[in-house]
């Protein structure tokens, strides 16, 4: 089977990373209203911000890193995922990045950062430093009391009971509830998915590669990535090569999702790795810098890499939001506190001034019925894996002037060139039907589409007070989705997107694994059987949290 340009197999159903640069939130959120501080605590503007589908925190972190360049603001993240395991990585990643520098140096922190987050194997010490994070996140998850005191940052309240179980059980599993590499042998489950998604041209995989990069990538924006390692992650999941080769030998844990396929007429658990073969990881932070210098080029060609470049700014990153977790660093080196080399007072001396909000999954259609997020925010981000929930009721929760950004599937390389116009305009369409209107003066994007909410298009719908029978979730009409874009682009396949509670039970007793979803190379079909493991207690997803 020869699997056709454009049919979208490569993007997955569940992301693991971005697909666009990391954007600065307050950049793109409205100005400060000079009266707002007046109706705020101690007399400082907050910042809400929703965000579907951003999966790993980038903009997150660089609107923390870029903080000491606005006036002081305090920031409220509301987070809404489709699975839970992103859920967890956002947690993991978020807890790395605010380590106390004296148990973890500024290089050792973003480099276990860039394996956790874009390899598919680690080097034997970052896979032990995952196996203790997850261990002590499992422990914290069903003690409201003590994660609120190691991790100020965070809040869980919004998610539902099952759902904090359920995350419990994804930092088991992480945690190495089962051992060995059997739980989940990485290597093998990658060979599988690429197998199936380049088909009759698996023996000429590095010509597809070369062909997806400097035809496609390339030409879209991102000339940065080198050849030498977009076929190194098209071949082993590994995208950035910090150390020898040999010594990324350990499965990463954390790019494991559970999933119900069907199979012969049953409907079976299995576990095995859904995300991104086609694009990876590099574009989130490796193709855009604010060091000019990085993007130099010599007769034609980038003399730095995109993996250079990602290392360079994840370490910056991680160099500015430090004294967030930590403001006692201040009275260290001053470079390392952003609004302190000057003299001056940052956000950094207030570790509580921003907060992320974990939604339950599959709410973003009935956010708009409680009165605590009606009109609330004055920034909503959709990923393009989830602009499909654009709707008039989501764009409820969006305060009279509030901003829009939708990511594009610019770099998704399954999508053809007239594809990309063609979800361009539906989005359009969508925002609209929403309530949102183009941004005057917006400055061109082909990666961002930019939206703001008038004062007259608010809708106004009923509000559920407590006490009162809340509305039922809504699941959007087919037609909401792109029509010009193959449906499996970005979205799952149906056998991945619902379960019962009796497969609920199933999945936390375990089940026969199962092999791909779709057809397999027959020499294939026996081994895949073994390779993906039944997932026990340890990994529980819920019926919203499978993509």
Known sequence: MTTPA???TGFG???????????????????????????????????????????????????????SLWPRRRFHFYVLENNLEAVARHMLLFSLALEDPEKMGLQERSETFLEVWGNALLRPPVA???????DRLARLVPE??????????????????????????????????????????????????LRHYLGSRYD????????????????????????????????????FELRDFSAYQVPNRTLASGRLLSHRGERVAARGYWGDIATGPFVAFGIETDDESLLRTSNGQPVKTAGDITQHNVTELFRSVAAW???????????DVPGKAKGTQGPASCPESFTVHFLPLGSAQALHCKSCYKGRFQLLYVSCGMVHLLSPELGACVAPGGHLIVELARYLVDVRQEQLQGFSDR????????????????????????????????????????????????VPPPEVLVPSLPLEVLTPPPEATSQSSEDLTQLRQGQTPLSEP??????????SLKALAPPTESQTPKPESLP
């Open 128 to 134: 032990a430093f995952v196996r203790a994070q997850a």
């Open 144 to 193: 409201p009391d003590c994660l609120a005191e190691q991790l100020p940052w965070l809040s869980l309240a919004a998610l539902k009971f099952r759902e904090r179980d359920a995350l419990e059980a994804v930092f088991r599993f992480w945690a190495g509830g089962e051992k060995g590499p059997e739980a989940f042998p990485m290597s093998r489950l990658w060979d599988l998915r």
């Open 427 to 474: 989005v359009g369409e969508l925002a609209q039907a929403a309530g949102f209107s183009p941004q005057p003066g917006a400055r061109s994007s082909e990666t961002f589409a930019r939206f703001y909410k008038s004062g007259d298009s608010a809708r106004v719908d009923p509000v559920v007070e407590p006490g009162t029978q809340p509305c039922e979730v809504l």
């Open 6 to 8: 454009g049919s979208g």
């Open 204 to 239: 000429a995989r590095r010509g597809v590669s070369d062909w997806d990069l400097h035809m496609k990538l390339h030409d879209r924006g991102a000339r940065v990535i080198h050849i030498n390692e977009f076929r190194r992650w098209r071949d082993t999941g590994v995208a």
């Open 518 to 527: 779709l057809k397999l190379p027959s020499e294939s079909q026996a081994s």
């Open 325 to 335: 977790g930590h403001p006692s660093t201040g009275q260290g080196d001053p470079e």
């Open 13 to 67: 159903s569940v992301s693991w990373w971005g697909l666009s640069p990391a954007l600065d939130l307050q950049a793109e959120s409205p100005p400060v209203e000079p009266d707002s501080q007046a109706n705020t605590e101690h007399g400082i503007p907050e910042l809400d911000v929703l965000l579907l589908g951003s999966v790993d925190g980038r903009h997150l972190l660089r609107t923390l890193a870029q903080a």
